[in-house]
């Protein structure tokens, strides 16, 4: 399939782990924030998104933490599993259309 | 599968020449959004419309345009092509302007040689 990108962080973890990916944001002013993930010859494909008044947000094995005081997003994937393996991108919104993206992260799970 | 479909799937050209993707949206989604994932630029919004009418630009060039039809169909010209605009090219939809997580397409890869 099409690569993303071939200079993407890297995290590699085994099957059953948990996984924590990490995104740096830049706008202080952005309120809302999402989690994509894209497999190998897709499009993004929205997973969890959580709002800038909220500092956690759970959903079907998939946590997004938002800590504002540093600008830092994160996603944790419970037990995760070989279809997991995909480039998760995080992404900010300060309102209205303009969606910034982050660089992306590749998830590589070993069975 | 998001229900957002684009064509074509792949599409070689030359540089200096034109080409048009076309991107049919969710049914009942009447906003389009376009962006250009490169390499070395990641995600990059391009422009959005609304029920026909342009919404939003972001780092389109000039030398692109867009357009979205009454049956909100979109189609996006790209012309004067060169080596770097090489990318996959993605189309969004979302039920109305104020949607800040639109639904994907599969994307257009756009290789110029």
């Known amino acids: 399939g099409e690569s993303v990108g071939l200079h993407l962080p890297t995290l590699s973890v085994q099957e059953g782990d948990n996984s924590i990916i990490n995104c740096a944001y830049s706008?202080?002013?952005?309120?809302?924030f999402i989690w994509y993930k894209q497999e190998s010859g897709k499009g993004p494909q929205f997973i969890i998104d959580?709002?800038?008044?909220?500092d956690k947000r759970q959903g079907q094995r998939v946590t997004v933490l938002l800590n504002k005081t540093v600008k830092h997003l994160s996603l944790q994937i419970a037990a995760t599993q070989p279809g997991d393996s995909a480039v998760y991108f995080c992404?900010?919104?300060?309102?209205?259309?303009?969606?910034?993206f982050g660089a992306g992260t590749r998830l590589f799970v070993k069975a | 599968d998001s229900g957002v479909t684009q064509t074509p799937k792949h599409l070689i050209t030359a540089t200096g020449q034109r080409v048009t993707l076309r991107c049919s949206p969710r049914?009942?989604?009447?906003?389009v959004y376009w962006y250009q994932q490169s390499l070395d630029q990641g995600l990059q919004f391009l422009i959005q419309?609304?029920?026909?009418?342009?919404?939003a630009k972001g780092n389109i060039l000039e030398r692109f345009s867009a357009q979205q039809f009454p049956d909100l169909h979109s189609e996006l010209n790209l012309s004067s092509l060169e080596l770097g605009d090489s990318a996959l090219y993605f189309c969004?939809?979302?039920?109305?302007?104020?949607?800040?997580?639109?639904?994907f397409g599969p994307g257009t890869r756009l290789t110029v040689t």
């Open positions: 419309y609304y029920n026909g009418e342009e919404r």
């Open positions: 049914s009942g989604d009447l906003s």
């Open positions: 959580i709002r800038s008044n909220m």
């Open positions: 969004a939809s979302s039920v109305d302007h104020l949607d800040r997580s639109p639904a």
């Open positions: 706008n202080s002013a952005s309120d809302y």
């Open positions: 992404a900010e919104n300060t309102g209205g259309f303009k969606t910034i």
